[in-house]
């Protein structure tokens, strides 16, 4: 089977997703201006109707993509480690490819978590489907650490990985490659689930 | 010396500051609207212009309260602590502080958390410095801790500040006080601070 290359028309329209999402992660929903997303990626502000019905359409289309892409790359990088996997281990996996996908690799994630919050209730709902399997995903991991005996018997998994997961989301809001590596971040992150949640033996 | 009651004008400037504090911590910054606004408050929309310049002018002045409110507010609750208190526990106190404070008694408060990343540049100026005056009371919270050794030696507190602060702040997205209590919140959130950063004996 042959893989066909992608018309124009596509690339076009993944064009100015990429630039939307980029726009948004920066600049936040109340900010994002569709002239600024036609510049960025070099199209008259005018042809991305031609793509989106509207404004709104393309703001849901890069929420839910950052939303999906987040919750697929997880899941890829937790199916690849071996079956062995200590569930406590797959827990800081699962934080270092969460923290990394979302500051480093995806703009439509960094968009996604940004303005979540500050989007018209219509814009939420196909995104929320997206989120409530993230959701899962963390609730099975912590589910699977705490059945193994590997967290403290105290822990609220619950409210520990929504404080966890609101830390993590926070970063967008604070984090700076110029002051302070990725690698430092991750590994607080990591020691802040290792000391706070782990049992002792 | 006598205070004198506050003239009606004066009541009615908070009247409206407290209904676009309401909205602005429910809405966001993009979902605002004077209108909504103004019938929080019980005004014609027009009157919102005689005591504020813009919409804006009145969302930064929101904003602002909010920074300054939850600063001084802690600043209180550690000064009311009795001087023998320990680094530690005025630590565990100052993050009760700051939820309660945020998700319960102050929609300027929640307000300014929510839409802290998504206002324009321009409304950032004046409660940023409040920010920082904010972070520096955490860092000394911290700080403190660390050097009386009641922390773990290995801990990165700047790291783990802005961790915990983003982990609480992030609260005000997902909070419902039908489903959690603000105990369990409280008490979760303390467990990860006194797990997560305390030396053990």
Do not use: C
């Amino acid at each position: 089977m042959t893989q066909e290359a992608p018309s124009k028309s596509v690339r076009t329209r993944e064009r100015i997703l990429d630039a939307a999402a980029e726009v948004l992660s920066r600049k936040g929903y109340a900010g994002t201006r569709l002239t600024d997303v036609a510049e960025a990626a070099g199209v008259q502000a005018p042809a991305i109707y031609y793509y989106f019905a509207s404004r709104d359409d393309l703001v849901e289309e890069v929420m839910w993509t950052g939303a999906h892409r987040v919750r697929a790359h997880l899941e890829e990088v937790l199916a690849a480690l071996s079956a062995d996997t200590e569930p406590r281990d797959r827990l800081l996996v699962a934080v270092e490819a969460h923290l990394r996908y979302e500051l480093q690799i995806s703009a439509y994630t960094t968009a996604a978590v940004r303005n979540a919050g500050q989007v018209p209730e219509h814009l939420r709902e196909r995104p929320a489907a997206e989120e409530s399997a993230y959701s899962r995903l963390w609730r099975e991991l912590f589910r699977d650490a705490q059945d193994a005996g590997q967290l403290r018997a105290d822990l609220d998994i619950n409210v520990f990985r929504l404080l966890l997961l609101g830390s993590m989301n926070w970063a967008v809001e604070w984090w700076n490659p110029r002051t302070r590596s990725l690698d430092d971040l991750v590994r607080a992150t990591q020691d802040m689930v290792r000391h706070g949640t782990f049992a002792h033996p």
